[in-house]
């Protein structure tokens, strides 16, 4: 028998596991495991499935559950700690794990048990626009920032991202795990009458709408390098992330999709552009399989030592309540806490406060955001933090000079009408940008907002 054991790739369509599992002929079983870790609080209170977050991820599963029913698979939906799981079903019921290759070294750790207990493991590509092949000339000597990268894979490898498959049709027996395990989804998050913030559903089918959606009934793409900074709105950038992260999407299918699209409209610095950022994406991906732990490290990419900050406890605490005096972090916070989601503009506002402000460790950071984002990716979003504060590829000059945003500027710039910071606190809608600038820069300060909470000259 086979089983699957599916990961960041819930979905049927181009899926290597199932195209595998289908050619084998064998009794098949699919299962989903929710490591009980996530669900665990660490030292500084973060666990890592926020409220917002599991809802995403249970609609991505209840999606994949109905798809697969059709084809009479059932899925499996399982909680506790994967390799205890997986051992326990083997020894009741032998069988060969299909599972997509590991991006973080915590995944890797797994498979490494898993296979000295004697399971046979056998891997697949899923999260990455090109094969190990393709990049194999690349790994060899991994180019030290996104733009050496992006330059070799346009202009002198020029690899072909694969065509994505459709479904294959699932002929063989469908198997049931040999026991159940409660699934303890985080209290309240199934109320369905409560908004999840987030327009867009988890799931297969929510993804495909969306594509076409996005691409060819509202095309939206047209205007994807203009509106991309944006703060609010549906269709500013593509939101596909969410999508790409859980796997309810194959990227080379998102890559193809837009090659479709210019084939029909016509390529322009738009549609160039979105592709551009995938190939961001997957600069990332390989880069955390060729420095594995170091990712992880405050030192990042560095050979330097460094030490990381000591913990300010009370600049934390204002963090984690989205409480820091400053409105427009404080609304980003909000709606990140609230909806699991925020713009590229936001996320680097933030990431540059908590760094250079709140001057905090930049792997809390990573970590807080880990715990919420709806599209929580490990290489995209470790790997955007360490280049923010420096320490990932690319760094300004010495390690840990990072990429620093003037909050005032930026905010005349991208929400001089206030939009976003009304939106998420409406206590604030009867004040002025200038009103919230001066406020901002500790220079007066609004009577019903608290002052900011970190030294006031840095914000200007
Ligand atoms: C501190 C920080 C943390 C981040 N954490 C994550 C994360 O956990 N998961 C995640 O998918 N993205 C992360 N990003 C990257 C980026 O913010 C999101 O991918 C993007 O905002 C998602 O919205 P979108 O799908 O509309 O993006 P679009 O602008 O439409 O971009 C299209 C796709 O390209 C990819 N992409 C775009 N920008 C980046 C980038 N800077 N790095 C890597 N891939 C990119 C994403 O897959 C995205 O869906 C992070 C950025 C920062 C600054």
Redesign the pocket.
């Known amino acids: 028998m086979n089983l699957i054991w599916l990961r960041n790739d819930l979905r049927l369509h181009d899926h290597p596991g199932f195209a595998m599992a289908q050619q084998q002929q064998q009794p098949v079983a699919v299962v989903y495991i929710l490591p009980q870790h996530w669900l665990q609080a660490d030292q500084f209170g973060l666990d890592r499935l926020a409220k917002a977050k599991a809802r995403f991820l249970r609609a991505c599963l209840i999606d994949l559950h109905r798809n697969l029913y059709l084809q009479n698979i059932p899925l499996q939906i399982l909680h506790g700690d994967p390799v205890e799981l997986l051992q326990r079903w083997h020894k009741k019921q032998p069988y060969n794990l299909l599972t997509h290759s590991v991006q973080a070294p915590e995944e890797s750790q797994w498979l490494t048990e898993l296979d000295a207990t004697g399971i046979e493991v056998t891997t697949y590509e899923n999260q990455t626009l090109f094969s190990q092949q393709q990049m194999q000339p690349l790994l060899q000597q991994w180019p030290a920032s996104f733009s050496q990268f992006r330059r070799q894979i346009e202009k002198r490898l020029q690899p072909e991202v694969a065509t994505p498959q459709p479904p294959v049709p699932l002929t063989q027996p469908g198997q049931e795990a040999p026991y159940i395990t409660h699934v303890p989804w985080p209290a309240d998050f199934s109320s369905a009458r409560e908004p999840s913030g987030f327009h867009l559903r988890g799931g297969e089918s929510s993804a495909e709408n969306w594509l076409t959606h996005y691409l060819w009934q509202s095309r939206a793409i047209a205007h994807?390098k203009t509106t991309?900074n944006q703060l609010c709105g549906r269709e500013?950038?593509?939101?596909?992330?969410?999508?790409?992260?859980w796997g309810c999407l194959s990227?080379r299918k998102?890559w193809h999709a837009i090659k479709d699209y210019e084939k029909t409209h016509g390529a322009d610095e738009h549609s160039y552009w979105?592709g551009f950022?995938?190939l961001?994406?997957e600069?990332?991906h390989w880069s955390l399989r060729v420095h594995g732990h170091r990712y992880f490290r405050y030192q990042g990419l560095s050979d330097q030592p460094l030490s990381p900050p000591p913990l300010n406890n009370r600049h934390w605490q204002a963090w984690q309540q989205a409480a820091t005096g400053v409105p427009m972090i404080d609304a980003g916070l909000i709606e990140l806490k609230q909806t699991g989601?925020?713009?590229?503009?936001m996320?680097?506002w933030?990431?540059s406060f908590f760094i250079n402000d709140l001057k905090l460790d930049w792997r809390l950071?990573?970590r807080f955001?880990?715990q919420h984002?709806i599209?929580?990716?490990?290489?995209?979003?470790?790997?955007?933090?360490a280049?923010?504060a420096g320490m990932g590829h690319d760094p300004r000059g010495q390690p840990g000079q990072g990429r620093y945003f003037a909050l005032n500027k930026q905010l005349r710039q991208y929400d001089p009408e206030l939009q976003h910071i009304h939106q998420w606190l409406p206590q604030l809608k009867s004040h002025s940008l200038e009103h919230i600038l001066t406020h901002q820069s500790g220079e007066h300060c609004l009577p019903e907002y608290s002052a900011p909470i970190h030294c006031s000259h840095t914000v200007a």
Do not use: K, P
């Open positions: 994807y991309r500013y950038s593509s939101q596909l992330s969410a999508f790409l992260a990227v998102v979105l950022e995938l961001w994406r600069y990332f989601f925020c713009s590229n503009r996320r680097q933030l990431a950071g990573a955001f880990e984002l599209d929580f990716d490990v290489a995209s979003n470790w790997g955007n933090w280049y923010l």
